[in-house]
T-cell receptor
Framework: QKEVEQDPGPLSVPEGAIVSLNCTYS??????FMWYRQYSRKGPELLMYTYSSGNKEDGRFTAQVDKSSKYISLFIRDSQPSDSATYLCAMSPHPGTASKLTFGTGTRLQVTL | GAGVSQSPSNKVTEKGKDVELRCDPI?????LYWYRQSLGQGLEFLIYFQGNSAPDKSGLPSDRFSAERTGGSVSTLTIQRTQQEDSAVYLC???????????FGEGSWLTVV
């Protein structure tokens, strides 16, 4: 069993929809959680970083962490075609985003007009 | 340049040949990471350099893989006697210190035929 599980998709939604992306994990040592966005043939870029249970909002993006269930989510409101990308969750037992990270396999999202 | 630079962007090599992949981190960044991204797999940590400390090589999959970082800046990842299962995207990332955001390059796409 992988330490981090993520549905690979693809997930196709119409423009304006609310998107929910999720990861589950098994290692209770993970304390720091990140979401990366990766466009085709590009490197991943950091979207959200959280280190506690609860919600964190940034514009149209909300990251949610439930440590008791070992479950994290990324919500995208009012989705746009430019949101079409692969979304990777990542986590670490150590503080800071630059520590050795464990990634999910990524969910490919397609937002259609 | 402003970002992490990797070369070559694409490499096709014959099985059994050696390959070298280069990473030029963001100027001033002391931490440098190599990750591998295979089709259907998440990013897999390979190796981590921090300043003048001994590198963390715990993610290297076999002794055919090695990496060095000269002068605390440019890094080279070498794969000897390449195998078809080495086909993947090799991503380099850097950060100003281990506690800060990491920035990924666009990757070197390696195909072993």
């Amino acid at each position: 069993q992988k330490e981090v599980e993520q549905d690979p998709g693809p997930l196709s939604v119409p423009e304006g929809a609310i998107v929910s992306l999720n990861c589950t994990y098994s290692n209770s040592a993970f304390q720091y959680f990140m979401w990366y966005r990766q466009y085709s043939r590009k490197g991943p870029e950091l979207l959200m970083y959280t280190y506690s249970s609860g919600n964190k909002e940034d514009g149209r993006f909300t990251a949610q962490v439930d440590k008791s269930s070992k479950y994290i989510s990324l919500f995208i409101r009012d989705s746009q075609p430019s949101d079409s990308a692969t979304y990777l969750c990542a986590m670490s037992p150590h503080p800071g985003t630059a520590s050795k990270l464990t990634f999910g396999t990524g969910t490919r999202l397609q937002v259609t007009l | 340049g402003a970002g992490v630079s990797q070369s070559p962007s694409n490499k096709v090599t014959e099985k059994g040949k050696d390959v070298e992949l280069r990473c030029d981190p963001i100027s001033g960044h002391t931490a440098l990471y190599w990750y591998r991204q295979s089709l259907g797999q998440g990013l897999e940590f390979l190796i981590y350099f921090q300043g003048n400390s001994a590198p963390d090589k715990s993610g290297l999959p076999s002794d055919r893989f090695s990496a060095e970082r000269t002068g605390g800046s440019v890094s080279t990842l070498t794969i000897q006697r390449t195998q078809q299962e080495d086909s993947a995207v090799y991503l380099c990332a850097s950060s100003s210190d281990p506690g800060n955001t990491i920035y990924f390059g666009e990757g070197s796409w390696l195909t072993v035929v």
